[in-house]
């Protein structure tokens, strides 16, 4: 199995050689691909895993532990390494807000979390 470093290079040289990560087609299963395995390398160098969703249904959870198994596709927007009760409240209180101006710096406010805790967004086309 690959490392979380060597699929972060593998992520990076497959944007370049799309042109950007814009350019990448819909449905592209090479990405895709990348993603579940970035998602598991994660877990093999943290020991643990929660995926997150920022823009979820009413009734998905913000945070879950993945332990093993099938990932689909859009499954996830980050991964971080430990379970963090403040940014499961900032998700929650952007989605029971209506759209707004603020709604851009709370997004914001949500992936700088996210870098904070060493996380990486995922990216599913």
């Known amino acids: ?61 913000v945070l879950r532990e993945y332990r093993r198994g099938k990932i689909y596709n859009f499954d996830c927007n980050f991964v971080i390494s430990e379970y963090d009760a403040e940014l499961e409240k900032m998700i929650k209180e952007y989605n029971n807000k209506p759209y707004s101006g603020e709604s851009t710096k709370d997004i914001n406010r949500i992936l700088n979390r996210i870098t904070a805790l060493g996380g990486l967004n995922i990216l599913w086309v």
């Open 1 to 61: 199995m690959r490392t979380l470093e060597d699929m972060i290079t593998i992520e990076n040289n497959y944007f370049s050689q799309c042109g950007g990560s814009l350019n990448i087609k819909e449905a592209d299963k090479n990405q895709n691909t990348i993603s579940r395995c970035k998602i598991r390398a994660f877990k093999n160098k943290y020991g643990k895993c929660f995926l997150g969703k920022i823009n979820r249904r009413e009734n998905e959870p």
